[in-house]
């Protein structure tokens, strides 16, 4: 079966602050794509990030960035130097290549206090 | 600027009524998607089609029925509105898995529709 689990219901940060979103999948396929979407109280998810199962390098965007380790399945995000406008619901999800599903976490909720 | 546009924000419907929720993207894509997210349990797929009028079901897809008679139109139908099928429904679309490897893309998500059942 697959799963994606997203352990931290809620984070609460002060701006400025670092903080990482912890992201742990489950899946017996060796071909795979993970990916990260934000959705800012307007409601609408924004794309951050695919990663396929060949490429554990890591990648920096900005302020993101995003750590892949296969050993132990998990799928990282950190945000650095947090800001106000990074208050955000964000989804880790794992896609099953050969498929057309996409299975989803239940979501961190990011709070940024300014 | 790429676009997937649902037909209400906002819905209020009344037990046991026929609810049609539409979904339009302009980006040309094959795969459109219904999701259905419900605190704590994430985005949980209703129903996705691959091509004009096919579908197949998701992981929910019980009290629900699609239709995609268009490339860019996807339609959402309950066909007896109940109470636990208030919900906030998402839409999306992406273009069809690439390659050997049949690589996911990035999915683009409408704003989605808050829909209350009384």
């Known amino acids: 079966a697959q799963k994606v689990t997203q352990a931290q219901t809620e984070i609460s940060v002060v701006e400025k602050e670092d903080v990482t979103l912890d992201c742990v999948y489950e899946?017996?396929?060796?071909?795979?794509?993970l990916f990260w979407y934000k959705q800012p109280p307007s409601g609408e998810l924004v794309f951050l990030i695919r990663?396929?199962?060949?490429?554990?390098q890591n990648e920096i965007s900005g302020r993101y960035s995003w750590n892949f380790q296969k050993s132990t399945s998990s799928f990282n995000f950190t945000i650095t130097a947090s800001q106000v406008v990074d208050s955000a619901v964000y989804f880790c999800?794992?896609?099953?290549?050969?498929?057309?599903?996409?299975?989803f976490g239940t979501g961190t909720r990011l709070k940024v206090l300014a | 600027d790429v676009k997937v546009t649902q037909s209400s924000r906002y819905l209020v419907k009344r037990t046991g009524e026929k609810v049609f929720l539409e979904c339009v993207q302009d980006?040309?894509?094959?795969?459109m998607f219904w999701y259905r997210q419900d605190p704590g349990l994430g985005l949980r797929l209703i129903y996705f089609?691959?091509?004009?009028?096919?579908?197949e079901k998701g992981d929910i897809p019980e009290g629900y029925s699609v239709s995609r008679e268009k490339k860019e139109r996807f339609s959402l139908i309950l066909e007896s509105a109940s109470t636990n099928q208030t919900s906030m429904y998402l839409c999306?679309?992406?273009?069809?898995?690439?390659?050997?490897?049949?690589?996911?893309?990035?999915?683009?998500f409408g704003p989605g529709t808050r829909l209350t059942v009384l």
């Open positions: 999800a794992l896609f099953k290549s050969g498929t057309y599903k996409y299975i």
């Open positions: 089609s691959y091509d004009v009028k096919m579908k």
């Open positions: 999306a679309s992406s273009p069809p898995p690439t390659g050997l490897a049949g690589a996911g893309g990035e999915q683009f």
């Open positions: 899946t017996r396929d060796t071909t795979y794509y």
């Open positions: 980006m040309d894509h094959e795969n």
């Open positions: 990663r396929n199962s060949f490429d554990e």
